[in-house]
T-cell receptor, first 113, second 112 residues
């Protein structure tokens, strides 16, 4: 089946650095993408989303970039903080609106002081 | 506003026993989803309710899993009989529309 994948299982950065987490998706029909953050013992928490008619969207300290040509999604975190340490998942809603999210395997971000 | 809640937070049972997980969505959210994450793997979809109706149950692994949402409010997911491979974290999510899904903290199920 089609799935959303992540390039790296782990990423370690220093506090204050910018972090980039990548994701490759395979379903060209996907039109909605979401980044989730999951801290230990908690459920996935929405960070930012983007629709396929956009190629960039900015939030507070986070930016999501979408490259439909190569089916690539990335999450940029500016001035990474220790509190950003978590597992990050990208997800797509590749079928009709309202159906299941398809998740990637996740990238564990570790931020050291 | 209260978020999605799930009960219990942890459950340890023996193979062959029955377990029932509960999810209370955010009030007013018609869409309710069940997902699970088996150790080391990605989060995978199980099924989707719209109010009390099953919209999509294509992710349910087999007939040992039964989900209900009587009255269109809370939902239960029963595993009977549980097998070792059912161990994992079961997440519930709700959505007021067909976009952003709000996740609960999950139930960690361990089958011994």
């Amino acid at each position: 089946g089609e799935s959303v994948g992540l390039h790296l299982p782990t990423l370690s950065v220093q506090e204050g650095d910018n972090s980039i987490i990548n994701c490759a998706y395979s379903n060209s029909a996907s039109d909605y993408f979401i980044w989730y953050k999951q801290e230990s013992g908690k459920g996935p928490q929405f960070i930012i989303d983007i629709r396929s008619n956009m190629d960039k969207r900015q939030g507070q300290r986070v930016t999501v970039l979408l490259n439909k040509t190569v089916k690539h999604l990335s999450l940029q975190i500016a001035a990474t903080q220790p509190g950003d340490s978590a597992v990050y998942f990208c997800a797509e809603n590749g079928r009709e609106a309202g159906t299941a999210l398809i998740f990637g395997k996740g990238t564990t971000l570790s931020v050291s002081s | 506003e209260a978020g999605v809640t799930q009960f219990p937070s942890h459950s340890v049972i023996e193979k062959g026993q029955t377990v029932t997980l509960r999810c209370d969505p955010i009030s007013g959210h018609d869409n309710l989803y069940w997902y699970r994450r088996v150790m080391g793997k990605e989060i995978k979809f199980l099924l989707h309710f719209v109010k009390e109706s099953k919209q999509d149950e294509s992710g349910m692994p087999n007939n040992r899993f039964l989900a209900e949402r009587t009255g269109g409010t809370y939902s239960t997911l029963k595993v009977q009989p549980a097998e070792l491979e059912d161990s994992g974290v079961y997440f519930c999510a709700s959505s007021p529309n067909y976009n952003e899904q709000f996740f609960g903290p999950g139930t960690r199920l361990t089958v011994l």
